[in-house]
C-alpha cells in the first residue's frame, strides 16, 4: 500500500465515538435518544446481561421522531432494555466479498450460516449501491444460454437483461431456478433465498441446485423467521455481491426468489414507522425501494448482471400490486400457468402470456419467424380448445385450426423438459426451427 493512501487512511479513521440510550421498545422497533446519525447508518447496542455476559446486537437507523433515535435491528431483541448503549457507527452495511465465496451459503450480513469463518483476502463493499449510469449502460445485444427449451427458443434472454418470473404457491418456481442454475453458460450464479421457509433453504441447495449448481454459485439467505430489516439485506446483499462479480468483467446471474417477500418486509418496516398504508396496504416506501433494487442489476462497461427475480402472486392474479409494479420496470416476464402444472407440462410456462422484451433484438430472423409461427399456432389451438375437446369442431372448416390441431402435441412436447435435462441454446433453436418448418 502507498504512503499517500495509508496517511489517507489514518486520518479518515473517527478520533472519537458517539453514543446514545435505549428509552422505549415497540413491536419491531426500538428508540433511542441519540447518538447522532444519518438514515441506514449501523448501530452497535450494547446488552450487558447476568445471564449471557456483554453482547452486541446490529441494528439500522430508519427514521426519527424529533430528537428520537428509530432503529431496527438485525437479530431478536429479547434482551434489550432500557438504558442500554447504543453505539453509532457512522457508516451503512459493508460485507465482505471475493472469489473464495463461491460455494459458500451467507446470511443477510455476508457471514457463512453453517458457522465457518470467513476467508482472508476479501474485498469490503457497501450493501447499498447507486445504479449504473444509464449513459454507460452498454447495449445488450448478446444471447446467454439459460438451458431451458421453453425460454431460450421462445423467450430468450440477452446478457444483461432483467426478467421477472411470476407464479402462485407450488407452481415450480424454485424448481425452474434450479434447472437455470445448473444449465446457464453464465460465469457464475447468485441467488438469493428471502422469505423461504427454513427447510426449503437446505432442499433447495441439495435437490433443486446440487453440487454441480453450488460450486458455481454464491447464495444468500434469509428464511422467513428472520427480521424483516435482515429479509431486505438479504435481497441488497446478493445484489452487492453480484455487482462486485459484474465490475471484475464477468457475466453474472442473479436468482432473487422472491421479490414479493421484500416487499412484504419493507411493508412491515414502513408501517412500523407510521408510513400511511396505501395500495393494498402496501406502504409508499415499497414502491419506492423496488426500482432502487431492481435498476442496479444490468449491463455496465465492466460486465453484466442477468437477473430473474420471481414474483408470487396472490390467488394466481397477475395484477396485484407488486406484480404490476415489478413487471413494468424488468425487460420481461415469464409466467407460470397453474393449470399446465395440473396437466403434468413442467416448466408450467405459458408462453402466450409470457415475453422478453430484447427477444427480437438479440435472436436472428429464422430464429424470430419459427417462434412467432409456433406462437400463432399455439394461440390458435388455445382459442378453439373447448370447441375441440367437447367435439363441436369439424375438421376441414378451418384450414388454421386443422394446422394447429396437428401442432399442438409437437409444441406441447419442446416445451416440456425433464427436471435434470441440459439443453443448449443452439439445440433449443436448431428444434424450434425444425418444428416450425414441418414438424419433426
Do not use: W
Request: hydrophobic share 40%.
Amino acid at each position: 500500500m502507498k504512503a499517500v493512501d495509508l496517511v489517507q487512511q489514518i486520518s479518515n479513521v473517527p478520533t472519537f465515538k458517539k453514543y446514545g440510550r435505549v428509552n422505549r421498545v415497540v413491536g419491531l422497533m426500538i428508540e433511542s435518544q441519540g447518538p447522532e446519525s444519518s438514515i441506514g447508518d449501523v448501530c452497535k447496542i450494547h446488552i450487558n446481561s447476568s445471564k449471557n455476559g456483554h453482547s452486541v446486537i446490529f441494528a439500522e437507523v430508519v427514521g426519527f421522531k424529533e430528537e428520537i433515535v428509530i432503529l431496527m435491528p438485525y437479530t431478536n431483541i429479547r434482551e434489550i432494555s432500557t438504558g442500554c448503549l447504543v453505539e453509532g457507527t457512522g457508516s451503512t452495511l459493508e460485507i465482505k466479498v471475493g472469489p473464495d465465496l463461491i460455494g459458500k451459503v451467507l446470511d443477510s450480513m455476508g457471514n457463512p450460516i453453517d458457522g465457518t469463518m470467513l476467508p482472508k483476502g476479501l474485498m469490503t463493499v457497501g450493501t447499498e449501491q447507486d445504479p449504473p449510469n444509464p449513459l454507460t449502460r452498454p447495449p445488450i445485444d448478446e444471447r446467454i444460454e439459460v438451458g431451458v427449451k421453453a425460454i431460450d427458443g421462445m423467450l430468450t434472454i440477452g446478457k444483461g437483461q432483467r426478467v421477472g418470473i411470476f407464479a402462485g404457491s407450488g407452481v415450480g418456481k424454485s424448481t425452474l431456478l434450479g434447472m437455470i442454475a445448473r444449465n446457464t453458460n453464465a460465469d457464475l450464479n447468485v441467488i438469493a433465498l428471502i422469505g423461504e421457509r427454513g427447510r426449503e433453504v437446505r432442499e433447495f441447495i441439495e435437490r433443486d441446485l446440487g453440487q454441480e449448481g453450488l460450486a458455481r454459485s454464491i447464495v444468500v439467505a434469509a428464511t422467513s423467521d428472520s427480521p424483516a430489516l435482515m429479509r431486505i439485506k438479504g435481497a441488497f446483499t446478493a445484489t452487492a455481491i453480484a455487482e462486485y462479480f459484474r465490475d471484475k468483467g464477468l457475466n453474472v446471474m442473479l436468482m432473487m426468489d422472491s421479490v414479493t417477500r421484500v416487499a412484504m418486509a419493507q411493508r412491515e418496516i414502513g408501517l412500523a414507522v407510521g408510513e400511511p398504508p396505501a395500495t393494498r396496504g402496501y406502504t409508499p416506501s415499497v414502491f419506492s425501494i423496488l426500482p432502487k433494487l431492481l435498476e442496479r442489476t444490468g449491463t455496465n462497461e465492466n460486465g453484466t448482471i442477468t437477473a430473474f427475480y420471481t414474483v408470487l402472486v396472490d390467488g394466481d392474479d397477475m395484477n396485484e400490486p407488486i406484480a404490476d409494479t415489478v413487471r413494468g420496470i424488468l425487460d420481461g416476464h415469464i409466467v407460470l400457468d397453474r393449470s399446465l402444472a395440473n396437466k403434468g407440462q413442467y416448466p408450467a410456462i405459458n408462453v402466450l402470456k409470457s415475453i422478453s422484451r430484447l427477444m427480437n433484438h438479440i435472436s436472428d430472423e429464422k430464429h424470430k419467424k419459427a417462434a412467432e409461427r409456433l406462437r400463432d399456432l399455439y394461440f390458435t389451438y388455445n382459442k378453439s380448445e373447448d370447441l375441440i375437446n367437447i367435439g363441436a369442431y369439424k375438421r376441414g372448416t378451418s384450414r388454421e385450426i386443422d394446422e394447429a390441431i396437428q401442432y399442438e402435441p409437437l409444441i406441447t412436447a419442446f416445451l416440456k423438459q425433464g427436471y435434470l435435462d441440459k439443453v443448449t441454446l443452439q439445440s433449443s433453436v436448431d428444434e424450434l426451427v425444425k418444428l416450425a418448418g414441418g414438424g419433426s
